[in-house]
T-cell receptor
Framework: GAGVSQSPSNKVTEKGKDVELRCDPISGHTALYWYRQSLGQGLEFLIYFQGNSAPDKSGLPSDRFSAERTGGSVSTLTIQRTQQEDSAVYLC????????????FGPGTRLTVL | GQQLNQSPQSMFIQEGEDVSMNCTSSSIFNTWLWYKQDPGEGPVLLIALYKAGELTSNGRLTAQFGITRKDSFLNISASIPSDVGIYFCAGQTLLRGAQKLVFGQGTRLTINP
């Protein structure tokens, strides 16, 4: 596709359940980023991939959060045993490389944990 | 973690007015970026600033990278209804091979026709 796509667009889950959020970056982009945006806040960096490896996982808020990327393309962000404070919009961005390239954002997945 | 202080948090203006918003940081950034986010969408890059003191325009938008590399402002002239949205500043550094972006809290712009 022409841009970064994310699915699902909305996810409502019960506390304690696991969720998987998917990101399809722009074709050919080697760098992929995950961010979290809480209500009324700016974006908070979670994790970065260069190819399939994640050199920087420093933003993951707890060990309940994990992410993987396969084939240098699709990435999945997994949140285990969701908590209400995990409710937020999760945004994915990709860029052609990692150094100094513009990041292009997807529309996000709105996660609501009841 | 790092955070940028963006102000104002919200603005209510009349169509045709000029708008100004700014960001400050205690840290130095190599690049300053300004994004706009519409409801249900991801942020879209408006302007990128790469050199301290740089003043850059993009149509009715003008942004400057502060001399100290710790601040930036964005001006919008002659506002129109489609300018409504949330504007974010972001500072960029390279850390462990990653292009790290640190975002401000956003400025929500509302325009009365």
């Amino acid at each position: 596709g022409a841009g970064v796509s994310q699915s699902p667009s909305n996810k409502v889950t019960e506390k304690g359940k696991d969720v998987e959020l998917r990101c399809d970056p722009i074709s050919g982009h080697t760098a992929l980023y995950w961010y979290r945006q809480s209500l009324g806040q700016g974006l908070e960096f979670l994790i970065y991939f260069q190819g399939n490896s994640a050199p920087d996982k420093s933003g993951l808020p707890s060990d309940r959060f994990s992410a993987e990327r396969t084939g240098g393309s699709v990435s999945t962000l997994t949140i285990q045993r969701t908590q209400q404070e995990d409710s937020a919009v999760y945004l994915c961005a990709s860029s052609p490389g990692s150094r100094g390239d513009t990041q292009y954002f997807g529309p996000g997945t709105r996660l609501t944990v009841l | 973690g790092q955070q940028l202080n963006q102000s104002p948090q919200s603005m209510f203006i009349q169509e045709g007015e000029d708008v100004s918003m700014n960001c400050t940081s205690s840290s130095i950034f190599n690049t300053w970026l300004w994004y706009k986010q519409d409801p249900g969408e991801g942020p879209v890059l408006l302007i990128a600033l790469y050199k301290a003191g740089e003043l850059t325009s993009n149509g009715r938008l003008t942004a400057q990278f502060g001399i100290t590399r710790k601040d930036s402002f964005l001006n919008i002239s002659a506002s129109i209804p489609s300018d409504v949205g949330i504007y974010f500043c972001a500072g960029q550094t390279l850390l462990r091979g990653a292009q790290k972006l640190v975002f401000g809290q956003g400025t929500r712009l509302t325009i009365n026709p």
